[in-house]
């Protein structure tokens, strides 16, 4: 058995998308954790997701900004093993439901440590932080500042950031962009929201306003439009500051960091972006003679995208219009990010080694859309043939918690991998649970 990892990963670029642990096993499988995939795929069935339970636990950006609070964005993937991982590292958690906070709430995960987020929070939202008492509300529209206070028990107050749109365009799709205007989140510093937002926080009694957030969008490959996102929000510290005589102790910056999809992606590691964030604030903040405020950060993707592989089975393979379609027993339902922003990923035979030579083929799903595209133009065996396992590294994240009931094929399990053993953390969805929900007749 080779021990060799697939990839160096340098500090630069994490190219490799593979999780670190990955080594290649004999007879064409490939081991994760110590725990073959194809073993993996026997045992748990098909589609599947395997989640490397140390990678998530990577700590890498806690050492990169340890005088900083790094908030796991629970959008990316979230259950409750993850929760106990998240709080066992030290992380807060980035919520945006009631449901996700329940979650949390079930494994005793410290409120103070949660951040709730989003531009439409519901009255059952907004009730249940306040009930288990959320560290951080944050505030997205005007509209929310006296609905929230009002809540609030009297001689009582609730932690809050206002959520600024610093003008900046950044993120790898349109969907995805988050920080300039025109886009449904945040308030315009540009147009004075931003600034009404403040001044109407600091006269409430039962809210106290911690400080500044943003997020500008997410897969951004760069470290520079964080950057700029820190000296606008600087500015508009001192603005705060000027006018209303406050200095806010808080600036949470969001996530978005990349994770590498294919190899040779950029993807720097949060060490290079925690670099650039901390000169650029520490700079900002010495020219506006402003304290340091307390850094958040909330990365979601790169901590959870590099520990996933998704598991497939292939079911057909077929040529048509010149190109070869091998079509797996998964897709948009359990992947819909091919479909919703063009995303690439790469795939791997595993389980079945062959001499036979490499083509370009198409990855499909087995859903009733031209478009069920998982994966295109990446190179397979030639002899590729129903039954053989097609493993997708990089899945970690905005897959498993963005699958659909379409076509009724139930949602895939979650496995994890650690110290050469896997567990079940969320069973396969069956027909059973789909029936029991429809309750019409
Ligand atoms: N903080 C806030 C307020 C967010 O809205 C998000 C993501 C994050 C943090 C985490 O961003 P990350 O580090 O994971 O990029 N479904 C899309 C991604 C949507 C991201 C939504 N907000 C996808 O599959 O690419």
């Known amino acids: ?10 500090e630069l670029s994490t190219s490799s998308v593979w999780p670190a642990s ?16 194809l073993e993996l795929a026997e045992r748990y069935g098909t589609p599947t997701y395997v989640l490397d339970e140390g990678e998530v636990r990577s700590r890498a950006w806690a050492r990169a900004l340890p005088e900083a609070e790094i908030v796991y964005a629970a959008k ?15 992380l807060g958690l980035d919520v945006c439901s009631a449901g996700e906070l329940e979650l949390a709430a079930t494994r005793g995960f410290p409120a103070e440590r949660i951040v709730l987020h989003g531009n439409a929070k519901s009255p059952q939202d907004l009730g249940t932080a306040l009930r288990l008492g959320v560290g951080r509300i944050v505030i997205d529209s005007g509209c929310e500042i006296a609905r929230l206070a009002a809540q609030v028990p009297a001689h009582d107050a609730q932690q809050v950031m206002v959520r600024v749109l610093p003008g900046i365009e950044a993120g790898a799709h349109p969907k995805i962009r988050t920080g300039a ?4 989140f945040g308030l315009s510093i540009a147009n004075g929201d931003a600034e009404e937002a403040v001044a109407r926080i600091l006269g409430q009694p039962q809210l106290e306003l911690a400080g500044l957030h943003c997020h500008l969008g ?5 470290p520079e439009p964080y950057e700029r996102a820190v000296r606008e929000l600087v500015s508009f510290l001192v603005r705060v500051r000027d006018r209303f005589g406050v200095v806010l102790p808080e600036l949470d910056l969001g996530g978005g960091f990349a994770a590498a999809y294919l190899p040779g992606d950029a993807a720097p590691a949060p060490a290079v972006y925690a670099r650039r964030i901390r000169r650029a604030l520490t700079g900002a903040c010495a ?4 304290p340091l405020p307390r850094l958040t950060v909330e990365p979601g993707r790169s901590i959870m995208a590099p520990a996933g592989i998704a598991l497939y089975r292939v079911l057909a393979v077929k040529r048509s219009g010149g190109r070869v379609f091998v079509a797996v027993d998964g897709g948009m339902s359990d992947n819909p990010r091919p479909a919703l922003y063009g995303a690439r990923y790469t795939v791997r035979r595993v389980g079945r080694a062959s001499a036979a030579p490499m083509r370009a083929a198409t990855v499909v799903g087995r859903h009733c859309e031209a478009g069920d595209v998982l994966a295109d133009g990446v190179e397979l065996p030639e002899d590729v043939r129903p039954g ?3 493993a997708v590294p990089a899945s970690g994240a905005y897959q498993v918690s963005m699958a659909s009931g379409y076509n009724m094929t139930g949602r895939p399990p979650v496995v994890a991998v650690a110290d050469g053993r896997s567990r079940l953390l969320v069973r396969r969805e069956t027909f059973d649970d789909q029936r029991r929900r429809d309750v019409g007749l």
């Open 388 to 390: 053989d396992v097609l």
């Open 76 to 90: 990316a993937f979230l259950c409750r093993a993850v929760v106990d991982w998240i709080e066992e590292e030290g």
């Open 22 to 37: 990955a080594v290649s096993a004999p007879g064409g499988d490939l081991s994760v954790a110590g725990v073959s995939l």
């Open 1 to 10: 058995m080779t021990t060799e990892p697939l990839l160096v990963v340098n």
């Open 181 to 184: 205007e025109g886009q449904k």
């Open 218 to 222: 997410s897969q951004i490959s760069s």
């Open 287 to 290: 020219e506006a003679d402003l």
